[in-house]
């Protein structure tokens, strides 16, 4: 069973970066796409998608700020987080879904922004 783990959360300053990671105790290449989602406090919401054919898409609130990225060596999608706002504090989720459908979250990674 694949497992998804995040990390890189923390606290930062308004206009400050941080990159989050997910890693697969298993090949990325299984995943048609993965994401991030970020839930405060409900629903989780889409915040970046990438499929398997390079294709990305970003939440309106995010794009142009926040980067998604995969290293399949290492079996890892990125979330390159930059000129962060206090409204972008939550707790960021890797989702992935497999070519039969079956989607597979993380535990998630709190992010925290604030002066």
């Known amino acids: 069973q694949v497992q998804l783990v995040e990390s890189g959360g923390g606290l930062v300053q308004p206009g400050g970066s941080l990159r989050l990671s997910c890693t697969a105790d298993?090949?990325?290449?299984?995943?048609?796409?993965m994401s991030w989602y970020r839930q405060a406090p409900e629903p989780r919401n889409l915040v970046a998608i990438l499929?398997?054919?390079?294709?990305?898409n970003y939440a309106a609130s995010v794009r142009g700020r926040f980067t998604i990225s995969r290293d399949d060596a290492k079996n890892t999608v990125y979330l390159q987080m930059d000129s962060l706002r206090p409204e972008d504090s939550s707790t960021y989720y890797c989702?992935?879904?497999?070519?039969?459908?079956?989607?597979?979250w993380g535990q998630g990674t709190q992010v925290t922004v604030s002066s």
């Open positions: 298993g090949s990325i290449a299984s995943f048609s796409s």
């Open positions: 989702n992935g879904i497999f070519r039969n459908g079956y989607s597979l």
């Open positions: 499929t398997d054919g390079g294709i990305t």
